[in-house]
């Protein structure tokens, strides 16, 4: 579980109650139903969870959306706890990486596979092809590169 930002009591009451503001909050497409409700989380687990924030729980992949939690406190001083769905462009948006590290290799290893099949299905006569492969080998190196980046760096908590 990563924080993603911070979120105001007030915040938390408008993001719950109205559909609309979740999906503008979390860029999701007006046109698109957004999955959303109470997260099934029992007190003990939430009393872990600092409130007034909102935490990635499930990565994107493939076509998967990412899944955030919204934590907050109620008047009473109770924690509660709203599960929704995100979209990457909120999640960078707030400089966050839309996969968990426990999920990068999964990750890895998909994005390198999909690399070798289209290596196997380029022909040199066909462009596409081997822009089908040139795309895949690019978007390879590219996670690989982010995730060495992460590894390496002072800051990781």
């Known amino acids: 579980m ?33 999955e959303a409700d109470w997260a099934n989380i029992s007190e003990k ?29 109620n008047e009473k001083g109770q924690k509660q706890a709203y599960k929704s769905e995100a979209t990457v462009d909120f999640l960078r948006g707030h400089d966050v990486n839309p996969v968990l ?9 998909t994005s390198y596979i999909t690399f070798l099949q289209a290596h196997e299905k380029e022909k040199p006569q066909d462009s596409d092809s ?16 982010s995730a060495l980046k992460e590894n390496s760096s002072p800051l990781t908590n």
């Open 2 to 34: 990563k924080k993603v930002t911070s979120l105001s009591n007030d915040q938390f009451k408008t993001l719950i109650a109205d559909k609309r503001e979740l999906k503008k909050f979390m860029k999701h497409p007006q046109n698109e139903k957004i």
């Open 45 to 73: 687990q939430l009393q872990d969870i600092p409130s007034g924030a909102v935490y990635l729980i499930k990565s994107a992949l493939g076509e998967e959306k990412p899944q955030v939690l919204l934590v907050s406190t």
């Open 130 to 145: 081997m822009l089908a492969r040139v795309n895949a080998e690019n978007d390879y190196v590219m996670l690989k590169s």
């Open 101 to 109: 590290e426990k999920d990068r290799e999964t990750q890895l290893k």
